[in-house]
C-alpha cells in the first residue's frame, strides 16, 4: 500500500516540464501584450529589459485612443452582428446538413459523394478563390456584410459538416426509431430529438465559426473594401503604416477584441466540456 502511494505521488518531470514550457508559450506574448498596452511610447525601448519591464504608471489613455482610432463602438457592432449571424446561420444549415448526409451516406453513395465533395473543400486555400470571390459578389451586388456572411457559411461548412456528422455517430438510432413509432416525421425527429441533443457540438462548432469569422481580415478586406463598413480587424489595420507600427495603441486594441470573443468562449466552455466528457463515457 505504502509503495502504491509512493508511485502516485511521484512526478512525472519530462511531462511536468513540457506542460511548463507550454504555459510560459502561451502566457508570454499575453503578458506582453498588456505590458505594451499600458506603457506610454516613450517608454517602448530596444532592449529586452525594457519591454518586458512594467510601465511607470499604468494608464488606460492607450485603450481611449485606440478606440477613437478605430472608430470601436461602430467597428464593434459591424463584427458582432456578421459574427453572430454567421454562427447561428451556420448552426442552423450545417447541423442539418451533417444530420442529412450522416445518416444516410452509409446507405447511398449520392450521400457519400456529397459528403466527400463538400470536406474536400477545407483543402482549397482562400488565395485562389480570393479574385473570383470579389468579382462574383461585385455582380451579385451583396459586396457587403451580407455577402461576407454567405460566404462565411459557405466557408465553415465543409469542417463543421465533419464535426457534425462524426458525433451523430455516438446518437443511437434507436432515439429516431422511437420517434417514428411515434409518428413523428423526419423533420420533427430532427428539431425535437436530434438537435437538442447535438447542444455540446452547437458550442463546439460556434466557438470555432465564431473565433474564424471575429479574427478574420480577408474575407472584409477584399470584399466590403470601400464601402465604410469596417469590423475591428479591419480598422485595427489603421496602426500599421508605411513607416512603422504603434504598437502601444495596437495591442490596446487588441486586447479590447479580445474581451467578446472571450466571453463567447466562457459562455459555450460547459457545453463543450459535457460533450468531452459524454463522447469519453460512451
Not at 27 to 55: C, Q, R, W
Not at 151 to 165: A, G
Not at 223 to 239: D, E, R, Y
Not at 269 to 275: P, S, T
Request: glycine fraction near 6%; hydrophobic fraction near 50%.
Amino acid at each position: 500500500m505504502k509503495k502504491n502511494t509512493k508511485q502516485m505521488g511521484k512526478t512525472n518531470w519530462p511531462v511536468t516540464i513540457l506542460l511548463i514550457m507550454g504555459c510560459v508559450t502561451i502566457f508570454f506574448p499575453l503578458y506582453m501584450a498588456v505590458i505594451i498596452a499600458f506603457k506610454k511610447p516613450s517608454e517602448m525601448t530596444n532592449d529586452i529589459a525594457g519591454a518586458l519591464s512594467f510601465p511607470s504608471s499604468w494608464s488606460f489613455d492607450n485603450f481611449t485612443e485606440a478606440m477613437r482610432v478605430t472608430d470601436f463602438w461602430n467597428s464593434l457592432g459591424n463584427s458582432l452582428l456578421i459574427t453572430a449571424l454567421t454562427v447561428v446561420i451556420a448552426i442552423l444549415l450545417h447541423s442539418l446538413a451533417g444530420y442529412a448526409i450522416g445518416r444516410n451516406m452509409g446507405k447511398s453513395k449520392f450521400y457519400k459523394f456529397a459528403y466527400l465533395y463538400i470536406v474536400s473543400g477545407m483543402f482549397v486555400p482562400f488565395a485562389i478563390l480570393m479574385m473570383p470571390l470579389v468579382k462574383q459578389t461585385s455582380q451579385m451586388g451583396i459586396g457587403n456584410r451580407a455577402g461576407v456572411i454567405i460566404l462565411y457559411v459557405v466557408f465553415y461548412m465543409p469542417m463543421n459538416l465533419l464535426l457534425y456528422s462524426g458525433y451523430l455517430k455516438n446518437i443511437p438510432l434507436a432515439l429516431e426509431e422511437a420517434a417514428k413509432v411515434d409518428g413523428a416525421s423526419t423533420w420533427k425527429t430532427y428539431w425535437s430529438i436530434i438537435f437538442p441533443v447535438m447542444k455540446p457540438m452547437h458550442a463546439t462548432v460556434a466557438v470555432l465559426t465564431a473565433l474564424g469569422t471575429w479574427n478574420d481580415v480577408m474575407t472584409p478586406l477584399v470584399i466590403m473594401s470601400g464601402t465604410g463598413k469596417n469590423t475591428l480587424p479591419l480598422a485595427q489595420l489603421n496602426f500599421q503604416t508605411q513607416f512603422g507600427t504603434n504598437y502601444n495603441l495596437a495591442f490596446a486594441s487588441y486586447l479590447l477584441a479580445l474581451i467578446p470573443i472571450l466571453l463567447f468562449y466562457l459562455i459555450c466552455q460547459k457545453q463543450i466540456l459535457n460533450g468531452v466528457v459524454n463522447g469519453a463515457v460512451k
